[in-house]
């Protein structure tokens, strides 16, 4: 049985952090899911803002490495989503206030 | 999941000259404006001289450099080969020299200065076509691509006809040849070139989400069809051609506002930095320069048409270039230098890689000289335009020296 939960996978992208706005991708709204199976793998299931982001491959690499960074983590995959489309009503509040877009 | 275009991203080095040299001829274009009067006619050397200096140095260098990096993210497939940037450079560097010296000083330069301007650009076209050769992806953005690059090619063959006319190695009607190169130069390239990457740069940078875009699909089909009608109205000294053609091309232009403006609705960005400034200045600029454009057709006076063509340049073109500006290279040198040190130590944010003071300096000056400097065009007041030219070129001075800061950032 592994003790990873969603929730520290969530914790340590939130070290990821996007140079052009300043957030983290957690709190960006970017991250969909953690699906973490009995062996500690995890796939990751995020989005970008923007599809010819062009830190698209590297955004993805510092996901990957920062949830490897957790103990006790087996192999893991980050994949990249179009559907449901990103949009600001997803991040949290203090992004939406700090882009002045709510 | 999507092909991913960081894969394919050019060096530093590669991309840098062509914005560090763009910026020095902005800088050159600007000092060189002190020297001009507010009434003159196209077919003065001097001006073509200068147009040939900001078009060629500054807004084809720089289109030339971010070309170099969007390519790879507008098509998601890798340069056909990237090297020939290295190549392109220095033609397109001495080339321009040489054709500005040409309209300047010695005309017979001029053909040596062309060809070498002309072999930049067929490399530059060619390497394009055959990077979209690779992708499988079709948009009307990607069809823009090619479109431009056909009409670039249109435009430095007339413009290389030009040359050997002037320089009396070719006999053809110089006035018809030259307002074909303008069309297809101006407005089959290079705004043909804007309008398609601010579709893709502008949402990015404001986070825009969501949008309708019948509108924009209008503005390429009819800008694309607009510029090749005046060419060809041009070539073949059809003057109705030509307005029909300068018809349909405002239909696009009106298009493309439309479009901005739905995008503008949706941003979710709502802080005005510089980037954000200068696009409210370069679409104010734009719009003005239309109503000037239009009022030019109803009473003919030239100078009119001088200040609509000023504010499309300085005003449009430049702030669409600057402002991106400072988005573009803080990301390349980011890319370059501090990628690598993420989840390793501190790395700065974009923002903070150049200097808001300066940025802001460069804004304030640009924006009252090109306004300052379109007054002196249009009521051909010396006093006007030479303050106009003088704000123009401190407000360069900010963006050269707020530049060499960002590029030289963390090194």
């Known amino acids: 049985m592994c003790s990873i939960t969603k929730e520290a996978v969530f914790?340590?992208?939130?070290?990821?952090?996007?140079?052009?706005?300043?957030?983290?991708?957690?709190?960006?709204?970017?991250?969909?899911?953690?699906?973490?199976?009995?062996?500690?793998?995890?796939?990751?299931?995020?989005?970008?803002?923007?599809?010819?982001?062009?830190?698209?491959?590297?955004?993805?690499?510092?996901?990957?490495?920062?949830?490897?960074?957790?103990?006790?983590?087996?192999?893991?995959?980050?994949?990249?989503?179009?559907?449901?489309?990103?949009?600001?009503?997803?991040?949290?509040?203090?992004?939406?206030?700090?882009?002045?877009?709510? | 999941m999507k092909a991913i275009s960081s894969d394919f991203a050019p060096p530093l080095k590669l991309i840098s000259p062509f914005f560090s040299y763009g910026v020095a001829f902005y800088l050159l274009s600007m000092l060189a404006l002190?020297?001009?009067?507010?009434?003159?006619a196209y077919a003065q050397m001097d001006v073509a001289g200068w147009i040939h200096l900001f078009l060629l140095g500054f807004v084809m260098m720089i289109i030339f450099g971010a070309m170099a990096q969007l390519i790879p993210v507008v098509l998601e497939a890798g340069h056909a080969v990237v090297d020939v940037y290295y190549v392109i450079f220095p033609l397109l560097l001495i080339g321009t020299s040489l054709?500005?010296?040409?309209?300047?000083?010695?005309?017979?330069?001029?053909?040596?200065?062309?060809?070498?301007?002309l072999i930049a650009m067929i490399i530059f076209a060619v390497e394009n076509?055959?990077?979209?050769?690779?992708?499988?992806?079709?948009?009307?953005?990607?069809?823009?691509?090619?479109?431009?690059?056909?009409?670039?090619?249109?435009?430095?063959?007339?413009?290389?006809?030009?040359?050997?006319?002037?320089?009396?190695?070719?006999?053809?009607?110089?006035?018809?040849?030259?307002?074909?190169?303008?069309?297809?130069?101006?407005?089959?390239?290079?705004?043909?070139?804007i309008i398609g990457l601010s579709l893709i740069l502008i949402p990015m940078f404001s986070l825009a989400h969501g949008f309708e875009e019948t509108a924009i699909n209008r503005a390429f089909k009819l800008v694309i069809t607009g510029v090749g009608i005046v060419f060809a109205g041009a070539l073949f000294a059809q003057e109705w051609l030509m307005f029909i053609g300068y018809a349909v091309n405002m239909a696009g232009i009106f298009f493309y506002i439309w479009q901005?403006?739905?995008?503008?609705?949706?941003?979710?960005?709502?802080?005005?930095?510089?980037?954000?400034?200068?696009?409210?200045?370069?679409?104010?600029?734009?719009?003005f320069s239309i109503m000037l454009g239009?009022?030019?057709?109803?009473?003919?006076?030239?100078?009119?048409?001088?200040?609509s063509v000023w504010f499309l340049l300085l005003g449009f073109i430049s702030s669409m270039i600057t402002g991106h500006l400072y988005k573009i290279v803080p990301f390349l040198v980011w890319f370059e230098r501090f990628a690598p040190l993420v989840g390793k130590e501190k790395v700065p944010m974009l923002?903070?890689?150049?200097?808001?003071?300066?940025?802001?300096?460069?804004?304030?000056?640009?924006?009252?000289?090109?306004?300052?400097?379109?007054?002196?065009?249009?009521?051909?007041?010396?006093?006007?335009?030479?303050?106009?030219?003088?704000?123009l070129f401190t407000g360069a001075i900010f963006l050269f020296i707020t530049m060499r800061k960002m590029l030289s950032y963390g090194k």
């Open chain 1, 11 to 102: 914790d340590a992208i939130s070290t990821v952090i996007d140079p052009e706005v300043g957030f983290n991708l957690v709190e960006m709204g970017l991250i969909y899911d953690a699906i973490i199976d009995e062996a500690c793998n995890v796939h990751v299931v995020m989005t970008l803002s923007t599809q010819g982001c062009p830190l698209h491959q590297m955004i993805t690499t510092w996901v990957k490495e920062a949830v490897e960074r957790i103990e006790d983590v087996g192999d893991v995959e980050v994949e990249v989503v179009w559907e449901p489309a990103w949009n600001i009503s997803m991040a949290d509040e203090n992004v939406k206030k700090a882009l002045g877009g709510m």
């Open chain 2, 351 to 391: 923002h903070e890689m150049y200097s808001k003071e300066g940025a802001s300096m460069m804004y304030w000056f640009t924006t009252t000289g090109v306004v300052l400097g379109g007054l002196g065009l249009l009521f051909e007041n010396d006093i006007l335009f030479k303050g106009g030219a003088s704000f």
């Open chain 2, 99 to 117: 054709m500005v010296f040409g309209f300047w000083l010695m005309p017979g330069i001029l053909p040596y200065g062309g060809l070498l301007v």
């Open chain 2, 129 to 193: 076509i055959a990077t979209l050769k690779k992708t499988s992806i079709r948009t009307l953005t990607i069809d823009t691509v090619a479109w431009s690059n056909g009409y670039l090619l249109l435009g430095i063959l007339t413009g290389f006809a030009i040359a050997l006319g002037l320089s009396g190695n070719l006999g053809i009607n110089v006035s018809l040849m030259l307002k074909a190169h303008v069309y297809a130069v101006l407005g089959g390239y290079v705004v043909l070139t």
């Open chain 2, 260 to 287: 901005i403006y739905i995008i503008a609705k949706l941003t979710v960005r709502k802080e005005m930095d510089i980037w954000a400034k200068s696009m409210i200045f370069a679409f104010g600029t734009l719009i």
């Open chain 2, 34 to 40: 002190l020297f001009f009067k507010p009434s003159f």
């Open chain 2, 294 to 307: 239009l009022l030019y057709f109803i009473i003919g006076k030239e100078s009119v048409l001088h200040a």
